[in-house]
């Protein structure tokens, strides 16, 4: 099982850095946390029901809280508060994070939107 040692927002508040209990660290992007965030919002409700945010790169974290011992519901400032981010989503995210910001950057090009 995926633990969480410590989660650190930066000064500016755009990145999210998660130390796991096995020492792997990684600093992942307020965007990024956005449009991947694990909510109904954003994920859909079944397959090929994934959305893609737009206007998001400015977004910023307004609060962290966490969810048990096994998550962090995570608040940013254009309201979205949904997304209750697992120790194990996390890993994902941070050992993917260059393969899905390449895919979003691919998906905002695609449908001709704003980041």
Not at 14 to 26: A, R
Not at 40 to 56: C, D, L, M, R, Y
Request: charge should be neutral.
């Amino acid at each position: 099982m995926v633990n969480v040692k410590e989660l650190r927002i930066n000064k500016n508040k755009n990145e999210l850095t998660v130390t796991f209990d096995d020492g792997f660290s990684n600093t992942l992007s307020s965007e990024l946390l956005r449009v991947e965030s694990p909510s109904a919002e954003v994920q859909g409700h079944g397959p090929n029901q994934k959305k893609t945010p737009s206007q998001k790169s400015r977004v910023v974290i307004e609060d962290i809280e966490p969810v048990g011992n096994y998550a962090v519901a995570i608040k940013f400032d254009d309201g979205h508060n949904t997304g209750i981010f697992s120790w194990s989503y996390l890993q994902k995210l941070s050992l993917e994070k260059d393969k899905l910001w390449k895919d979003y950057l691919k998906r905002v090009d695609d449908l001709k939107i704003e980041r």
